[in-house]
């Protein structure tokens, strides 16, 4: 699966090919306070940082620490629908999850390279 680490002023690092070790050892030792207080210091513009993570089939699992103890996040999936009621096609749909716990978001992650996206979409 492809990572990458999106720091608050726009830059980021990726890498590719990374296992679900770590991913998790990835999200959870980046220093995350000093992007966090970067935010709330700076006057410039920033974004959230955050860690994504693209899995083969394009799905995208996106955690962005809020604070030191809970994350938002941003999953885009496919999903089959039909087109005027009989063709069947493939979309991108996402979810979003307001705040989850650390915890959590490492859960998220084995879900997410486990292709767990039922486990995903459950948490709220």
Not at 62 to 79: A, E, R
Not at 88 to 94: E, F, G, L, N, S
Request: hydrophobic residues 40%; charged residues 25%; contains cysteine.
């Amino acid at each position: 699966m492809d990572m990458w680490i999106q720091l608050h002023d726009f830059s980021s690092s990726e890498k590719n090919d990374v296992n679900v070790e770590q991913a998790k050892e990835a999200f959870s030792t980046f220093d995350w306070k000093s992007e966090i207080d970067a935010v709330n210091q700076t006057k410039e513009d920033t974004c959230d940082a955050g860690i994504g993570l693209v899995a083969p089939d394009h799905s995208i699992l996106h955690i962005c620490p809020i604070d030191l103890n809970s994350c938002y996040v941003f999953y885009s999936y496919k999903t089959s629908t039909k087109l005027l009621g009989f063709i069947p096609i493939k979309r991108m749909k996402d979810h979003w999850i307001e705040s989850v716990t650390f915890s959590e978001a490492l859960k998220l992650i084995e879900s997410h390279f486990n292709g767990n996206q039922e486990a995903i979409l459950k948490m709220h």
